[in-house]
């Protein structure tokens, strides 16, 4: 970071201390949320998606125990500003849909270390993204010595999320109500933290993951 850079930069703090972080609230999305299940789920999703300036975007993935094990996404969470959406790749084909999302250069796509989400997503339907900014890599660019979504959460949302669900079957045909809460929760703090970091200025110039 240059110094003029720095100059313009509102001060704010560079890191939290595991300690503090687990002391701080539990933050947990309070809107609704879309589990995509038909046709007509996916048509109303994506039309409501197409009308949003900024999302905030993550995956989910089966969790892996044995070394050279690999699954792919099961689940891609899309946040707006009306709703969380939840979309089970195994359950239905929302490929032609997602990838409409991702290669839409008028819809900004917010996450933190988006390029393996990204590279992962691709292994299981061709898309080119367009307008993808990764939070981590502002974070970074800004002088944070934590880019983590949790650690920035507590940072400039004061918040904490919990990891309760992080681990649990993400391929199941039908998520619990906590497993669907997670989810959501992490898009939609991926989405604030967009509008946290444009309120400071720190979108000034375009980011890539």
């Not at 003029?4 to 002391?23: C, F, G, K």
């Not at 790749?89 to 997602?98: E, G, N, T």
């Not at 990764?134 to 920035?152: V, Y």
């Amino acid at each position: 970071m240059d110094q003029d850079e720095s100059a313009t930069t509102p001060a704010v703090r560079r890191n939290i201390p595991h300690e503090e972080l687990m002391q701080l609230p539990i933050v947990r999305y309070r809107g609704a949320i879309h589990f995509i299940q038909t046709e007509d789920d996916l048509r109303r999703a994506v039309q409501e998606i197409r009308t949003e300036h900024v999302v905030g975007f993550d995956t989910e993935t089966r969790p892996t125990f044995r070394k050279g094990q690999f699954h792919a996404p099961s689940l891609v969470q899309i946040a707006t500003g009306h709703a969380v959406h939840l979309f089970p790749l195994a359950r239905l084909d929302c490929s032609h849909a997602l990838a409409e999302i991702f290669g839409n250069a008028q819809i900004i796509k917010a996450g933190v270390a988006l390029g393996r989400d990204l590279s992962e997503l691709q292994k299981v339907f061709p898309f080119k993204p367009a307008n993808v900014v990764d939070l981590g890599d502002i974070a970074k660019h800004r002088g944070m010595a934590q880019t983590g979504l949790r650690n920035l959460t507590g940072l400039f949302l004061g918040g904490r999320i919990t990891k309760g669900p992080q681990t649990s079957n993400w391929a199941q045909p039908a998520l619990s109500p906590k497993q669907q809460l997670y989810a959501a929760t992490d898009a939609w703090a991926c989405r604030e933290l967009y509008l946290r970091f444009e309120s400071l200025g720190w979108l000034t110039a375009p980011q890539h993951p």
